[in-house]
Nanobody
Framework: VQLQASGGGLVQAGGSLRLSCAAS????????MGWFRQAPGKEREFVAA????????FYADSVKGRFTISRDNAKNTVYLQMSSLKSEDTAVYYC????????????????WGQGTLVTVSS
């Protein structure tokens, strides 16, 4: 499975941005998917995850109510809609695939995209 994240950029605090993660591979649409982020000098942290059908999602407390994860299996794409962005949301965002089921732990994801940088200016 190959993952390609896109959609990052510079946005003002309070603004919105949508990230996309395009997956390729025969079984990619059957995998649970997640988004993680890593800010400068910090460890990679869980942001959101979605099961393969899109019927179940969960979020980190820090983004709950502001971010929404979704997927379109016909397009093999997972999205992260980010709203009410804060300066502390500045990070490189990574999408990842979890063949054994979504988890908040990075070690549970076998496939990773290259990351897309989100910068929130205050």
């Amino acid at each position: 499975v190959q993952l390609q994240a896109s959609g990052g950029g510079l946005v003002q605090a309070g603004g919105s941005l949508r990230l996309s993660c395009a997956a390729s591979g025969r079984t990619s649409s059957r995998y649970d998917m997640g988004w993680f982020r890593q800010a400068p000098g910090k460890e990679r942290e869980f942001v959101a995850a979605i099961n393969w059908s899109g019927s179940s999602t969960f979020y980190a407390d820090s983004v709950k109510g502001r971010f929404t994860i979704s997927r379109d299996n016909a397009k093999n794409t997972v999205y992260l809609q980010m709203s009410s962005l804060k300066s502390e949301d500045t990070a490189v965002y990574y999408c990842a695939a979890a063949p054994r089921g979504a988890t908040t732990l990075a070690m549970g994801y076998d496939y990773w995209g290259q990351g897309t940088l989100v910068t929130v200016s205050s």
